[in-house]
């Protein structure tokens, strides 16, 4: 492996320098969009629940906040649950916006990576061969090895930058899809909260501890 790398010339360090900062993304985002974690099951029907017992205190909604990212966006509704039925749904997209953009954290830089591995390859690929045409040059092609060794080393840069992107890619896809379907469960419990706090409608049977 590491007669690899120092084969792939120069290039290499930033290729390798993708694949360290996308394992972090990956590791991080990995653990940071868990389900559970984003959207804790229940959450609408404790609220319905302290509402109905009047034990919905600013420090109640302070929790509510801190626990999850749906709970910063429903706190954030809760706030305003005394105003009217459209001031708490503004407040609501307002903190929904921010928390998706949250959630999406690091997936620009994943996604940057994805793109430029595979064009840090090539470069390095490029900058082989035009080493190879200069040894051609100097000495001809009657050495079919050392024009071979030449080739393989300058496509050593481009599978590496591909063994970076394909993974980077399929992680940035995954991810990117997880976010939408959180963005939209998540505007999903914003608006029960809505119809529950205003007296337009009961929590869900499912939704009930």
Known sequence: MLELMYAGGWLMAPIIGCSLVATAIVIERAWSLRRRRVLPPNLLAEIWQLHRQRQLTPERIEEIRDGSPLGRMLASGLINRHHSHEVMKDALNDT?????????RFLNTLGTIASVAPLLGLLGTVLG????????????????????GGISKALITTAAGLSVAIPALMFHRFFDSRVATFALDMEQQALRLIEVLKGEREVAEGDRP
């Open 96 to 104: 929904g916006r921010h928390v998706v953009a949250e959630l999406e």
């Open 129 to 148: 061969m035009i080493d190879v045409f200069s040894v051609i040059m100097e000495s001809g092609v009657g050495n079919a090895g050392v024009l071979a």
